[in-house]
C-alpha cells in the first residue's frame, strides 16, 4: 500500500477525523481564501466612487437574471414558424402557453423582456460613466475595447431575442435588419440569403437566430465580459477625480497599500448592494405594474403573429437600437453616387467603430470632467443630447416634424453630423480646451 498524499496527514488526525475547520479543508484544496483575499478584502480600491460605480455590478446582476430566466423560457419555447392547427406560428403561441398557462411563466418572460432594456440601459449609464471620467484613457484602452465588443455583442443578442416570438415587429425587423448585408458589394446577396436561411425571413431564420440567442451569443458574452473583469484587475479603477491611486511614489504606505484606497470589501460590498437594492426595486416595479412600459418594453405590434403578406404600418424599433436606426434612416440620399442604403448602414456600423479609437482621440491632458476644460463641459452634453434626440426621432415616423417645425430627417441627419464630428474633430479641440491642473493625489 502507498502512503497517504501530503495533504491527508496535514488535514486528518490519526483516527481520519478533521484537522481545522471546512475552509480549511476547501483551501487546501482550492484556494478560496486567497482568492476572497486577493479579489475582495485586500483588494484596494480609489475611495471616491460615486453611484454612477454601481452600473458595472448592476450590469452583472442583469447578466444573471437574463440567463436564468432564459433557462427556464428555453423549456417552453419552439422555435417553430409553422402554423399550428388554430392557425398561429408555433413559436408565438409557445410564449402565449408561457404567458398565459405555465406557472409563473408570465414572471419570467416580463423579468426577461424588461431585463432585456434595464440592460442597455445599465450599459449606456455605464459608458457615459466611462466618457465622463475618461476611464477610457491609458492604461484602460484594452477594458474599453473589450466593453465596446459586449456592447456590439449585447446588441446581437437583443436582436436576435426579439425575432423568437415571432409576432410582427420580429419578422419585419428580421426582415429590414437582414436586408441591410445586401449593401455590401459582390457578396451583399448571398450573405442575405445565407442568414436567412433563403430567400425571405421564415422558419430557417428563426431556427439560425435561436440557436445564436440561446447558444453562441451568451457563451462569447460571458466569455468577454470575464475577459472585462481580468483587464479590470490589471490595471485597477479609474475615479471620478481621474486620478490614479497608485500614480506616484508618495500614494502608498510603507507595506504597499494605497492611502488614497480602501478595500474593495467590506466597504463597497455594502455600497453596491445599495444601488443593486434600488436597481431591483425599480426593475420589479416595472416587471410587476408597467411591463409594457407603454410600448417601450414591449411593443404591442408584437402581439399580433409575424404575417409576411401584411407589411406593418410603421416599422420601428426598440427604445436601446433607435439612436442608430435613426442614423440609418436619416441617408436617404445617394451622396456623391454612393448608394444612400450603404451609407446608411455604414454611419450605424461607424458610430459603434469610432468608439473604439476614443483613447487616441482625446488629447486632453485631463481624464475626468471635474478638472477638463469649457470646451469638453459644453460638447459632452451637447453630445448626449443629440444622441438623445437621434433617440427619440427614430420611434417617430419619418414624416414627424420636430417642435413642429423641422423635419425628422433634417433634425437626425443635423444630429447625426454632430455625433461624428465630436469624434472626429476630438484630437483638436481636446488639445486646446484649458484644463484645471491636476492633483497628484485624491482630497
Ligand atoms: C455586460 C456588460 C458589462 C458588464 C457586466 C461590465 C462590468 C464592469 C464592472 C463590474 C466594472 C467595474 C465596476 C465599475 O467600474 O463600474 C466595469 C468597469 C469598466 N467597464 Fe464595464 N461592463 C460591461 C460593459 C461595458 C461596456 C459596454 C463598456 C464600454 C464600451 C465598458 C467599459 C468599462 C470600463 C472602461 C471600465 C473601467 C471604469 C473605471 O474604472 O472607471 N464596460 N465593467
Redesign the pocket.
Known amino acids: 500500500m502507498t502512503n497517504p498524499p501530503e495533504i491527508f496527514s496535514e488535514r486528518y488526525r490519526s483516527d481520519g477525523s478533521l484537522r481545522g475547520n471546512i475552509l480549511e479543508w476547501l483551501d487546501a484544496r482550492l484556494p478560496l481564501t486567497p482568492f476572497w483575499r486577493k479579489h475582495f478584502s485586500a483588494y484596494y480600491v480609489p475611495k471616491n466612487?460615486n453611484f454612477?460605480?454601481?452600473?458595472?455590478?448592476i450590469?452583472?446582476v442583469?447578466?444573471a437574471i437574463q440567463l436564468i430566466t432564459g433557462i427556464f423560457l428555453l423549456m417552453y419555447y419552439k422555435p417553430d414558424a409553422s402554423l399550428n392547427a388554430d392557425g398561429l406560428p408555433a413559436a408565438f403561441s409557445s410564449v402565449e402557453h408561457i404567458m398565459r398557462d405555465v406557472n409563473w411563466g408570465w414572471l419570467i418572460r416580463y423579468m426577461h423582456s424588461t431585463g432585456a432594456s434595464a440592460?442597455f440601459f445599465?450599459?449606456y449609464m455605464?459608458?457615459f460613466?466611462?466618457m465622463l471620467?475618461g476611464?477610457?484613457r491609458k492604461p484602460?484602452e484594452l477594458?474599453?475595447?473589450?466593453?465596446?465588443l459586449?456592447?456590439f455583442l449585447?446588441m446581437a443578442e437583443a436582436f436576435t431575442g426579439y425575432v423568437l416570438p415571432w409576432g410582427q415587429m420580429s419578422f419585419w425587423a428580421a426582415q429590414v435588419i437582414t436586408d441591410l448585408m445586401s449593401v455590401l458589394p459582390f457578396v451583399g446577396e448571398t450573405l442575405v440569403s445565407w442568414l436567412r436561411g433563403g430567400f425571405s425571413v421564415g422558419d430557417a431564420t428563426l431556427g439560425r437566430f435561436f440557436s445564436l440567442h440561446v447558444v453562441c451569443i451568451p457563451l462569447a458574452?460571458i466569455f468577454?465580459?470575464l475577459l472585462?473583469?481580468l483587464a479590470?484587475r490589471e490595471?485597477?479603477?479609474?475615479?471620478p477625480d481621474g486620478i490614479e491611486i497608485y500614480g506616484c511614489a508618495d500614494a502608498v504606505d510603507a507595506r504597499g497599500k494605497p492611502l488614497d484606497g480602501i478595500p474593495f470589501h467590506p466597504y463597497y460590498t455594502v455600497k453596491e448592494i445599495l444601488g443593486i437594492a434600488i436597481f431591483l426595486t425599480v426593475f420589479f416595479a416595472l416587471v410587476f405594474f408597467a411591463p409594457e412600459g407603454g410600448g417601450y418594453l414591449l411593443e404591442r405590434a408584437n402581439f399580433s403573429p409575424a404575417d409576411p403578406l401584411k407589411t406593418p404600418e410603421h416599422i420601428e424599433t426598440l427604445w436601446y437600437f433607435s439612436p442608430f436606426y435613426s442614423m440609418l434612416r436619416a441617408i436617404d440620399q445617394p451622396v456623391l453616387g454612393i448608394d444612400a442604403k450603404f451609407l446608411g448602414a455604414l454611419a450605424m456600423n461607424s458610430s459603434i467603430g469610432i468608439?473604439t479609437l476614443l483613447p487616441w482621440l482625446d488629447r486632453s491632458p485631463a481624464k475626468s470632467i471635474r478638472y477638463r476644460g469649457p470646451i469638453f463641459k459644453i460638447l459632452l452634453p451637447l453630445f448626449a443630447l443629440a444622441f438623445l434626440t437621434l433617440g427619440f426621432l427614430g420611434k417617430q415616423p419619418p414624416e414627424y416634424l420636430l417642435f413642429g417645425l423641422i423635419p425628422a430627417n433634417r433634425a437626425a441627419q443635423s444630429a447625426t453630423l454632430f455625433y461624428f464630428l465630436f469624434f472626429l474633430t476630438m484630437p483638436w479641440w481636446s488639445k486646446i480646451d484649458k484644463c484645471k491642473p491636476q492633483r497628484p493625489r485624491l482630497k
Open positions: 466612487f454612477l460605480y454601481f452600473f458595472g455590478s450590469g452583472l442583469v447578466l440592460f445599465v450599459v455605464h459608458i460613466r466611462c471620467y476611464s477610457y484602460r477594458l474599453w475595447i473589450i466593453g465596446i459586449i456592447f449585447l458574452l468577454l465580459v472585462h473583469l479590470l490595471v485597477g479603477s479609474n475615479n468608439l
